[in-house]
């Protein structure tokens, strides 16, 4: 657990707020974001589409799949219309625990986020390599009920855990501990509609430590939800998970981040 405001060192939570055109952000954050940027340039249309996916995908666990109980792992700054804001819209009641490692996120969250009167939040500030230390804080613990369904959230996450193998661990051992009928709300970065020169360049980018993001293919992405039940249509670009009537879709190149809900 983070202790003080590291303003020197990349974090993807103050990036993702760059990109989103937030002001809570410092110059390294910055300076990633742009190098990122020349890589993927409609990277900013990706951070939008991203959080629309979330908001779709959590209004319709609270409003249509009976799930008032989420768990928000890699929360990110506060912005319009949050996990918990979206849940209440559907189910007053609705309760959620946020996690982040960012002290900077649990100092804005606690501020700016408060949930409904019948509602509860809570912000958790852990770090998704250590899963058994979230699934046991006494926060979560006393807030959501886990022998009951809960909705999981890991909303552009995993993408920084460099090891496959780890991120499939993790996942594994979150949604072991949640109640048949939880739910899986995931989405992660790919660079499978990227052409060869921009794949080079994201390699190179990689490479050098910069962008701290592993993308993977949509084959390693389908092997989070293991052998959870998939809602129609499945692991999509984001933009292509259940987007309004009338949506004019970007292409999954601009978009490249896959997205999709499982339940278990």
């Not at 189910?91 to 969250?109: C, K, L, Q």
Request: proline share 6%; aromatic share 6%; net charge negative.
């Amino acid at each position: 657990m983070a202790d003080h405001l590291d303003t020197s060192t990349v974090h993807p939570a103050r990036r993702y707020n760059y990109w989103l055109g937030g002001k809570d952000h410092f110059a390294a954050d910055r300076e990633s974001g742009d190098l990122i940027e020349k890589a993927h340039p409609t990277i900013r249309l990706t951070a939008r589409e991203n959080r629309a996916f979330l908001q779709r995908a959590v209004h319709h666990l609270a409003a249509d799949a009976g799930i008032d109980q989420f768990l928000d792992i890699g929360t990110g700054l506060p912005t319009a219309d949050n996990t918990h804001e979206v849940a209440q819209r559907a189910n007053p009641g609705a309760r959620v625990v946020y996690v982040d490692n960012d002290p900077m996120v649990m100092t804005h969250a606690r501020a700016l986020l408060s949930g409904t009167d019948t509602g509860r939040t809570c912000y958790i500030e852990a770090d998704l390599r250590e899963p058994g230390t979230i699934l046991t804080h006494p926060q979560l613990r006393d807030t959501l009920d886990l022998s009951r369904p809960v909705g999981l959230t890991l909303v552009a996450v995993l993408h920084f855990i460099d090891s496959t193998g780890q991120a499939r661990d993790i996942v594994h051992e979150l949604l072991s501990a949640l109640a048949p009928g939880s739910y899986l709300t995931l989405t992660h970065g790919t660079t499978d509609f990227a052409s060869e020169q921009e794949k080079a360049y994201a390699r190179d980018v990689i490479g050098k430590g910069i962008a701290g993001v592993f993308p993977r293919t949509h084959e390693e992405i389908a092997s989070f939800f293991g052998d959870l039940e998939l809602l129609d249509p499945g692991i999509v670009p984001v933009s292509a998970w259940r987007p309004p009537a009338g949506t004019t879709l970007p292409t999954p190149h601009d978009v490249a981040i896959y997205g999709g809900v499982g339940r278990r």
